[in-house]
C-alpha cells in the first residue's frame, strides 16, 4: 500500500535558520503530493502541492519539489519566523482519489 | 466564506452511548474524508465519500459509520463509543484529488 515517511522531530531552529524537512514517499503511479501545516489548536491548513513530477510548490517562503527519481518532497524554508512554529504533515493522494495517506507529522519549534 | 463545519468542538461521553459527529461543507465539494489524530500515529483516515451515496473504508474504520445522503453533509455515527476511540476528529473536503483538502477544526471527543 500507499506510505509517507518523515521525521517526528520536534525540529528546533534559531529565527532565521535554513529548514529542511524530509518526506520520502511509496506509491504506485503518479500520486499528488501536499503539505500541511497545523497550528496549535487548529485544524490542517493545505500549505502547498505539487501533481506531477518535477513541480515546485511554494507558499509564503516555503518550497518542496516533486522528485520522482528518488520518491521525494522534501520542505524548506529559507529563513524561518517564530510564527512557523507549528506541525507539518506530507501527504500523497493517488489518481483516482482513493485513500489519501498522511506521514505522522513534524514538529518545527522556532525559538528567537 | 468557504469552510468545514464541524459539531461539536468538545464532546465527553461514556462508553456505549451512541454519538453523532456532524460536518457540513459550503464549497460544494465532491469528496469528503473523516481522519482521527493520535499522538505518535498522526492522521489516520477512517472513512471517506466520493460522492453522494458512495462511501468507502479508510485505514481504521471499526467501531465507526458514516452516510452520505446530500453532498454538503457527512456526518460521523459511533454506535457504541469505546474508550480507544477518544481521539481528535477531523472532517475534510476537497473538490478533486489534486486540490487538497480543507479540513473542519476538529472535534476533541473523550469517551470515559
Known amino acids: 500500500g500507499n506510505s509517507v515517511t518523515q521525521m517526528e522531530g520536534p525540529v528546533t531552529l534559531s529565527e532565521e535558520a535554513f529548514l529542511t524537512i524530509n518526506c520520502t514517499y511509496t506509491?504506485?503511479?503518479?500520486?499528488?503530493l501536499f503539505w500541511y501545516v497545523q497550528y496549535p489548536g487548529e485544524g490542517l491548513q493545505l500549505l502547498l502541492k505539487?501533481?506531477?513530477?518535477?513541480d515546485k510548490g511554494s507558499n509564503k517562503g516555503f518550497e518542496a519539489t516533486y522528485r520522482k527519481e528518488t520518491t521525494s518532497f522534501h520542505l524548506e524554508k529559507g529563513s524561518v519566523q517564530v510564527s512557523d512554529s507549528a506541525v507539518y504533515f506530507c501527504?500523497?493522494?493517488?489518481?483516482?482519489?482513493?485513500?489519501?495517506?498522511f506521514g505522522i507529522g513534524t514538529k518545527l519549534q522556532v525559538i528567537p | 466564506e468557504a469552510q468545514v463545519t464541524q459539531n461539536p468542538r468538545y464532546l465527553i461521553t461514556v462508553t456505549g452511548k451512541k454519538l453523532t459527529v456532524t460536518c457540513s461543507q459550503n464549497?460544494?465539494?465532491?469528496?469528503m474524508s473523516w481522519y482521527r489524530q493520535d499522538p505518535g500515529l498522526g492522521l489516520r483516515q477512517i472513512y471517506y465519500?466520493?460522492?453522494?451515496?458512495?462511501?468507502d473504508k479508510g485505514d481504521v474504520p471499526e467501531g465507526y459509520k458514516v452516510s452520505r445522503k446530500e453532498k454538503r453533509n457527512f456526518p460521523l455515527i459511533l454506535e457504541s463509543p469505546s474508550p480507544n476511540q477518544t481521539s481528535l476528529y477531523f472532517c475534510?473536503?476537497?473538490?478533486?484529488?489534486?486540490?487538497?483538502?480543507?479540513f473542519g477544526s476538529g472535534t476533541r471527543l473523550t469517551v470515559v
Open positions: 475534510a473536503s476537497s473538490l478533486q484529488e489534486t486540490s487538497g483538502y480543507t
Open positions: 506509491a504506485t503511479g503518479y500520486p499528488s
Open positions: 505539487a501533481t506531477k513530477a518535477d
Open positions: 501527504a500523497l493522494s493517488p489518481r483516482g482519489y482513493q485513500k489519501v495517506t
Open positions: 464549497m460544494n465539494h465532491e469528496y
Open positions: 465519500s466520493m460522492n453522494v451515496e458512495v462511501t
